[in-house]
Antibody
Framework: EVHLLESGGGLVQPGGSLRLSCAAS????????MNWVRQTPGKGLEWVST????????FYADSVKGRFTVSRDDSSNTLYLEMSSLRAEDTALYYC?????????????WGQGTLVTVSS | EIVLTQSPATLSLSPGERATLSCRAS??????SAWYQQKPGQAPRLLIY???NRAAGIPARFSGSGSGTDFTLTISSVEPEDFAVYYC?????????FGGGTRVEIK
């Protein structure tokens, strides 16, 4: 059974940094592109980043480009999101989501999310 | 950026009724659209991708149609477990975007 478990969320001051992790199990992690998607009550669902399965291309939303870095460790089946220069508008529930096979930009399995709050 | 507009915002139905949810894109996204279901306290669940393909394990009462700018999710006969919020998503143009959601509630 596919399982994704996010961690690392919390309260951080504006301008601060945070690293999110997503532990994956139940599938061959290295064969799949992985994604981060965030959700807020006000803005709804927002795609954040995609990392291909061969540690190849990465993609970012314009709103996080230059501030967030996605990476993966296929030896430990873990996806990461390094977030810096955090802003109030980055406050959200952050989901890790697996890409649907070769369709990198649909999301077939999701974790339960980790909450990031940016506030002084 | 492609804006996805979902209508109606809320759909009030009784179990057994047919549900028709609409998603309109501000520009053509070809057939590159998807539908997700989200229940309170849960992550979204993929229902339909590439406009018409049901994801693994999704019941046949869910179907998708459309192309270009207009897409529809149909639930042929709403079951009690189908009351939730439904989102459309497009991958036809950069960046990926989601619609604002349609809430399907019990009448």
């Amino acid at each position: 059974e596919v399982h994704l478990l996010e961690s690392g969320g919390g309260l951080v001051q504006p301008g601060g940094s945070l690293r999110l992790s997503c532990a994956a199990s139940g599938f061959t992690f290295r064969n799949y592109a992985m994604n981060w998607v965030r959700q807020t009550p006000g803005k709804g669902l927002e795609w954040v980043s995609t990392l291909s399965g061969d540690a190849g291309p990465t993609f970012y939303a314009d709103s996080v480009k230059g501030r967030f870095t996605v990476s993966r460790d296929d030896s430990s089946n873990t996806l990461y999101l390094e977030m810096s220069s955090l802003r109030a508008e980055d406050t959200a529930l952050y989901y890790c989501a697996r890409a649907l096979g070769s369709s990198w930009f649909y999301f077939d399995y999701w974790g339960q999310g980790t909450l990031v709050t940016v506030s002084s | 950026e492609i804006v996805l507009t979902q209508s109606p915002a809320t759909l009030s139905l009784s179990p057994g009724e047919r549900a028709t949810l609409s998603c309109r894109a501000s520009q053509s996204v070809s057939s590159f659209s998807a539908w997700y279901q989200q229940k309170p306290g849960q992550a979204p669940r993929l229902l339909i991708y590439d406009a018409t393909n049901r994801a693994a394990g999704i019941p046949a009462r869910f179907s998708g149609s459309g192309s270009g700018t207009d897409f529809t999710l149909t639930i042929s006969s709403v079951e009690p477990e189908d009351f939730a919020v439904y989102y459309c998503q497009q991958r036809g143009n950069w960046p990926l975007t989601f619609g604002g959601g349609t809430r399907v509630e019990i009448k």
